[in-house]
C-alpha cells in the first residue's frame, strides 16, 4: 500500500511520472499570439493546439520515463480539448497514460491546480518526477516535496512572459 508521500511509499506498483503538455512536449510558439494582447483569445489558442510539433527533447524525456514509471499527463489545458489533446498524444506515438485536464470552468492559477492533481495522485502511489516548464509550478511542487524537472527547452525570454503570465493570472493552461 503506497503512503502517499511524494518521495517515498511501499508499492510494487512503478512510480508515477508526471508530465506537463504544453511547451514541455508540444511547442506551442506558433499560438502564443494568441495571448499576446487584451482581451486573450483562448479559443484561438486552444483551436490551434492540434498543429503544435513535438519538441524532441520532451518527446525523449517522456519515452525514457515511460520504461520504469507510469504516465500521467498533467495540463492545464481545458477538459473541452481532450478529443485533440488524445488525437496529439496519439499522433506522436507518445507512451500511454492517464490524461488530467483543467475543469473548464477551473480559473485557478495553473500553480494550485496542478498542485492539488499531484497531491491526488501522491495519495494513490509515489509521484516520482513532475516534468513541467511552468517556473511557478516547479516551484510550488518543489516546495511540496516533489522532485521536478525544469522543462526549459522550448521557450525562451522573449515567449516565457507570454505563456506564464497568461497561465498565473486568468488560469488557463
Given at each position: 500500500m503506497?503512503?502517499?508521500?511524494?518521495?517515498?511509499?511501499?508499492?510494487?506498483?512503478?512510480?508515477y511520472?508526471?508530465?506537463?503538455?504544453?511547451?514541455?512536449?508540444?511547442d506551442?510558439?506558433?499560438r502564443?499570439?494568441?495571448?499576446?494582447?487584451?482581451?486573450?483569445?483562448?479559443d484561438?489558442?486552444?483551436?490551434?493546439?492540434?498543429?503544435?510539433?513535438?519538441?524532441?527533447?520532451?518527446?525523449?524525456?517522456?519515452?525514457?520515463?515511460?520504461?520504469?514509471?507510469?504516465v500521467?499527463?498533467?495540463?492545464?489545458?481545458?477538459?473541452?480539448?481532450?478529443?485533440?489533446?488524445?488525437?496529439?498524444?496519439?499522433?506522436?506515438?507518445?507512451?500511454?497514460?492517464?490524461?488530467?485536464?483543467?475543469?473548464d470552468?477551473?480559473?485557478?492559477?495553473?500553480?494550485?491546480?496542478?498542485?492539488?492533481?499531484?497531491?491526488?495522485?501522491?495519495?494513490?502511489?509515489?509521484?516520482?518526477?513532475?516534468?513541467?516548464?511552468?517556473?511557478?509550478?516547479?516551484?510550488?511542487?518543489?516546495?511540496?516535496?516533489?522532485?521536478?524537472?525544469?522543462?526549459?527547452?522550448?521557450?525562451?525570454?522573449d515567449?516565457?512572459?507570454?505563456?506564464?503570465?497568461?497561465?498565473?493570472?486568468?488560469?488557463r493552461?
Amino acid at each position: 500500500m503506497a503512503l502517499g508521500k511524494p518521495g517515498g511509499g511501499l508499492d510494487d506498483r512503478p512510480p508515477y511520472a508526471v508530465i506537463d503538455i504544453d511547451a514541455t512536449l508540444a511547442d506551442v510558439r506558433h499560438r502564443l499570439h494568441h495571448l499576446a494582447h487584451r482581451p486573450k483569445n483562448w479559443d484561438g489558442f486552444f483551436a490551434a493546439a492540434p498543429a503544435d510539433p513535438p519538441l524532441p527533447e520532451g518527446m525523449e524525456i517522456a519515452t525514457t520515463l515511460a520504461t520504469d514509471h507510469e504516465v500521467v499527463y498533467l495540463t492545464g489545458r481545458p477538459e473541452r480539448t481532450r478529443g485533440d489533446t488524445e488525437a496529439w498524444l496519439s499522433r506522436y506515438r507518445l507512451p500511454a497514460g492517464r490524461l488530467l485536464m483543467r475543469r473548464d470552468t477551473d480559473r485557478r492559477p495553473s500553480a494550485v491546480m496542478k498542485l492539488g492533481q499531484l497531491r491526488r495522485l501522491a495519495a494513490q502511489r509515489r509521484v516520482a518526477i513532475l516534468v513541467d516548464d511552468d517556473v511557478e509550478v516547479c516551484a510550488a511542487a518543489e516546495a511540496a516535496g516533489f522532485a521536478v524537472l525544469r522543462a526549459d527547452w522550448a521557450l525562451d525570454e522573449d515567449t516565457r512572459p507570454t505563456l506564464f503570465d497568461a497561465q498565473e493570472s486568468e488560469g488557463r493552461t
